[in-house]
């Protein structure tokens, strides 16, 4: 009785590990199709203000492990359009007290290996700098959205 019992144990335990191999399997295949299709880019700023909506900026200060000062600079995206969006770009401009830009950065903040923004939905964006100019203001940079895609 306690070999059939330890086969029966031994059995079940094999088919519930195959189960959710197949079901991540399946998970992670849809995921590879939707990164495949063909992504439609814009660059249009009129087109992107009415898609995206840009709000809740902050900036934070860190250190790092050698001790130089971070900028983290964060804000919330909103998709308003009708479909997905699967990658957004942002560009940040730091400018000195006279208001002319002394640095400037572009880094993507949605990638398409990352879930994509549905209609309505907000999503919250990091990003980090390191070594500003002196002559920065210490303000927010100027923030906008440069390139969307579908």
């Known amino acids: 009785m306690g070999e059939r019992r330890s086969a029966i144990i031994i059995t079940a335990t094999i088919v519930v590990i195959v189960g959710l191999a197949l079901i991540f ?4 295949l849809g995921q590879d199709e939707a ?3 063909p992504l439609t880019e814009i660059t249009d700023a009129a087109t992107i203000q009415n898609q995206v909506q840009l709000s809740h900026l902050g900036i934070a200060t860190s250190e790092n492990y ?10 919330y995206l909103k998709n308003t359009s009708d ?3 699967r990658t957004v770009d ?3 401009v730091f400018t000195d007290y006279d208001g002319k830009p002394v640095h400037e950065y572009s880094d993507r903040v949605l990638r398409q290996t990352q879930r994509p923004l549905a209609p309505g939905e907000e999503f919250r ?3 980090r700098q390191e070594n500003l100019p002196r002559n920065w203001n210490y303000r927010l940079p100027i923030t906008e959205v440069v390139k969307i895609g579908f």
């Open 35 to 37: 990164a495949s299709e």
């Open 90 to 92: 942002v560009k940040m």
């Open 25 to 28: 399997g399946i998970g992670y």
């Open 83 to 85: 479909k997905p969006i």
């Open 125 to 127: 964006f990091e990003m």
């Open 66 to 75: 050698a001790g130089q000062r971070i900028r983290v600079i964060s804000g």
